[in-house]
């Protein structure tokens, strides 16, 4: 009987892959770079941050293989972790791009942010979808999801960016874990003490069924060496995140009031891959936008004060500045969204691939054009949709498509301004503002920047609200305010004396420098987010482990 795949660790599971004699750690134990986060937090660290990353071959070819360790801290993506994984990637792409051919394979283990550093799993994710975009115009990036942890939260929202996905017939995907759920929606929406329920939503098997795993194979390391090395020959496709129309009619014709259970929903798809489809993203709603700060900017920013839109909660117009053509694209709420989970200004499925088809809209128009339109994404999202139906769907696939389609426009010469004028929480930070050349930010105490609400990172890590309160004092990542995320270095601008909720026209006025100067300053740049890493206050400490992890794994590559 061959050995399981899956009772191997992050390590174990990275040499069982490579052929014999190939295996070359980077960043390994010994370098002992860990986390300088945990400790002030009464937490161990680990040497190698859950990360294992090794260079060797899979039947002769080339391959970067970057393995997690669920068992530290649930696979948590962290600073240190997170920019082991962007900086590997990063140097992957440089490969390709001088035509040596190397092929990336992530093993999944992960819960997604490791919630004590909270902000920076966030930034770390973002840095970690961009190079898997850019990857995968040179070669199939795989990724493996064998069991144990799974692939959840931020992580999942990766894991759907790859060119091929594989799991294990024990493995788990979601965005949203059903003890998140439960906490933000209530046990009626998704009881996270029934284990049958949860595996028959977010199992593999249904995950195959409905399009979001492309392959299942045996837990056996011949098997998944086989799938991995078909992975790499098999003929370029469009990434699942491409697939916006699709998804979009599926979406339209998805019955949202009645009673849904797994089982309904794999029949639903399979009738749908199966029968041609029209794309109609019309629906009745109404936006109630009356504490709206991402509609009441985006009125400011576009002169629209009445906008007309397909989809209530997302806003979308073209208007000229500075003689520019620049597209400007808000999430706001619909108090009578079909989702109900997504009525208040949360990222949910519809909203995930309505701003794909608008980012890539623009895209698709400026194919040919040397000079590509700025994209200005207004930022206020209180969270993504907790909801049942959302994680059966697959919220994870559809954040990734925006979150892609951002990307994609960021690499293609787009420059792509955020502008934080209300909440950036979690996931829909993540779809909506993180892949953002530049960001800026309101200096306003009602806007919070997290990965988690309180009452539900509190239960995660099980911690009181007051004990996590108090943690944000030694590690700024894990606070929610404005300012403290300033500190960590990821923001072009951070404006103060602004009127956030009933803004003066010399307050617009000076957002708009503020715009205006952000997209000035991408002309010539990298396209990629390494700004982020050389503002001010990234140098000065904000993110020092990074810095230092991406300098010694480059000295070692």
């Not at 283990?109 to 770390?124: F, I, K, M, P």
């Amino acid at each position: 009987m061959q050995n399981s795949f899956v009772e191997l660790n992050g390590r174990e599971r990275a040499k069982a892959l490579l052929d014999q004699g190939t295996f070359r750690e980077l960043l390994g134990p010994l370098d002992n770079i860990q986390s300088p986060h945990l400790e002030p937090q009464g937490i161990v660290p680990q040497s190698d941050d859950g990360i294992v990353l090794a260079l060797g071959t899979i039947r002769g070819q080339k391959v970067l293989i970057i393995s997690m360790e669920g068992a530290f801290q649930g696979g948590g993506i962290g600073e240190v972790s997170g920019a082991k994984i962007s900086g590997a990637l990063e140097l992957a792409v440089e490969e390709n791009q001088q035509g040596h051919t190397l092929y990336p394979v992530m093993i999944f283990d992960t819960g997604g942010v490791r919630l004590q550093e909270a902000n920076y799993g966030l930034l770390s994710i973002s840095e970690i979808c961009t190079q898997i975009v850019a990857l995968r115009k040179y070669v199939p990036v795989v990724g493996l999801i064998p069991g144990r942890v799974g692939a959840f939260g931020g992580m999942s929202i990766t894991a759907e960016l790859f060119t091929t996905l594989i799991a294990t017939k024990k493995a788990r995907l979601g965005l949203n874990g059903p003890e998140v759920i439960e906490q933000e929606a209530g046990v009626m929406e998704f009881d996270s003490s029934d284990k049958a329920l949860i595996w028959n939503t977010i199992g593999v098997n249904q995950r195959f069924a409905t399009g979001l795993v492309d392959e299942v194979v045996e837990d056996t390391t011949e098997a998944v060496i086989d799938a991995v090395s078909t992975a790499f020959a098999a003929p370029a496709k469009p990434a699942k995140t491409e697939q916006v129309d699709f998804h979009l009619s599926l979406l339209a014709k998805l019955d949202t009031q009645g009673e849904w259970t797994p089982e309904r929903y794999r029949e639903f798809y399979s009738q749908h891959t199966s029968t041609p489809q029209s794309v109609s993203l019309a629906q009745e709603g109404k936006a109630d936008i009356a504490d709206s700060r991402g509609y009441h900017w985006f009125s400011l920013l576009t002169g629209i004060v009445h906008p007309v839109s397909e989809v209530p909660s997302v806003l979308a117009a073209d208007v000229t500045k500075n003689g520019v053509l620049t597209r400007v694209i808000s999430v706001v709420p619909d108090a009578r969204s079909r989702f109900q989970r997504a009525r208040k200004g949360e990222v949910g499925l519809l909203e995930g691939w309505t701003l794909a088809q608008i980012v890539r809209d623009a895209i698709k128009q400026d194919e040919h054009k040397e000079v590509k339109r700025p994209i200005i994404a207004v930022i206020d999202v209180p969270s993504q949709a907790y909801g049942y139906k959302e994680e059966m769907v697959g919220i994870s696939l559809a954040l990734a498509a925006s979150a892609d389609a951002y990307a994609t426009a960021r690499l293609q010469g787009h420059p792509v301004i955020g502008v934080i004028v209300g909440n950036a929480i979690s996931g829909a930070f993540l779809a909506h503002g993180l892949q953002s050349n530049r960001l800026i930010a309101l200096n306003d105490d009602k806007i919070n920047i997290q990965a988690m609400s309180k009452a539900s990172a509190a239960r995660i890590t099980k911690r009181t609200i007051a004990e996590l309160e108090e943690a944000t004092k030694k590690v700024p990542a894990m606070a929610y305010d404005v300012n403290s995320y300033s500190t960590l270095g990821p923001l072009y601008r951070l404006l103060s004396d602004i009127e956030a909720d009933a803004p003066k026209a010399a307050d617009v006025a000076a957002v708009e420098r503020a715009i205006a100067e952000a997209i000035s300053s991408t002309v010539g740049a990298k396209r990629d987010l390494s700004f982020r890493l050389q503002t001010q206050e990234a140098l000065a400490g904000g993110r020092k482990a990074t810095l230092k992890v991406r300098e010694v794994l480059r000295q070692q590559w």
